[in-house]
């Protein structure tokens, strides 16, 4: 891994942190707010800073360019994987929701490889909390199915409330927490002289 030494570097620094949650909040709040005259005015206007309305309609280079702004996430800690896929988004034309949809799209295969990862790690008896395959019980197999469809239902129904919010307020609501949170961290560097 090519950025081992400078994620490393990175993950202990609380100025990086800070400066990367206040720099995305400044991002997402300008990106949100150029597009917002698009949004309000819809697919048919004239002149829109908006031209990819549905996921379904988004380019490759779009999709290129959105996951290469993803690994902004990786390298600077703070700054948010999702922030970083939906103003890259935003920037690229797509609308909010276009936006917010592909992101959660994207973060999919990661949740699901690393779940399964550290699943399959504990049912062979190494990781965290080893387990082993012939420890588990018919009753310890169907809490886990319960957990599992309970997640997945939680989750759901919280990306669609999060899905129609931001499709009526915006991410300047987001914007303002990562201004606020980012000072705040660089507020405490400072204090500790890091």
Same mark, same amino acid.
């Given at each position: 891994?090519?950025?081992?030494?400078?994620?490393?570097?990175?993950?202990?620094?609380?100025?990086? @942190?800070?400066?990367?949650? +206040?720099?995305? *909040? %400044?991002?997402?709040?300008?990106?949100?707010?150029?597009? !917002?005259?698009?949004?309000?005015?819809?697919?048919?206007?004239?002149?829109?800073?908006?031209?990819?309305?549905? @996921?379904?309609?988004?380019? +490759?280079?779009? *999709? %290129?360019?959105?996951?290469?702004?993803?690994?902004?996430? !990786?390298?600077?800690?703070?700054?948010?994987?999702?922030?970083?896929?939906?103003?890259?988004?935003?920037?690229?034309?797509?609308?909010?929701?276009?936006?917010?949809?592909?992101?959660?799209?994207?973060?999919?295969p990661t949740m699901v490889v690393a779940t399964c990862y550290d699943l399959l790690k504990s049912l062979r008896g190494k990781g965290e909390n080893p387990i082993g395959v012939s420890q588990i019980d018919s009753h310890e197999w169907l809490v886990l199915a319960i957990g599992f469809v309970v997640s997945f239902i939680v989750a759901y129904a919280s990306v669609a409330w999060f899905m129609a919010y931001v499709r009526r307020r915006g991410f300047a609501p987001f914007a303002i927490y990562r201004i606020i949170v980012g000072a705040l961290v660089l507020r405490y560097a400072a204090r500790l002289g890091s």
């Amino acid at each position: 891994f090519l950025l081992t030494k400078v994620i490393g570097k990175n993950l202990e620094s609380l100025k990086v @942190m800070g400066s990367a949650l +206040l720099v995305g *909040g %400044i991002v997402m709040w300008i990106v949100d707010a150029m597009n !917002a005259k698009s949004e309000a005015a819809g697919p048919d206007a004239p002149h829109s800073r908006i031209h990819t309305w549905k @996921m379904e309609a988004m380019s +490759l280079g779009q *999709g %290129i360019w959105i996951g290469a702004c993803q690994v902004l996430s !990786a390298v600077f800690p703070g700054t948010s994987r999702s922030m970083s896929t939906i103003a890259a988004g935003q920037l690229a034309g797509m609308s909010r929701a276009s936006a917010l949809e592909f992101s959660f799209f994207l973060s999919m295969p990661t949740m699901v490889v690393a779940t399964c990862y550290d699943l399959l790690k504990s049912l062979r008896g190494k990781g965290e909390n080893p387990i082993g395959v012939s420890q588990i019980d018919s009753h310890e197999w169907l809490v886990l199915a319960i957990g599992f469809v309970v997640s997945f239902i939680v989750a759901y129904a919280s990306v669609a409330w999060f899905m129609a919010y931001v499709r009526r307020r915006g991410f300047a609501p987001f914007a303002i927490y990562r201004i606020i949170v980012g000072a705040l961290v660089l507020r405490y560097a400072a204090r500790l002289g890091s």
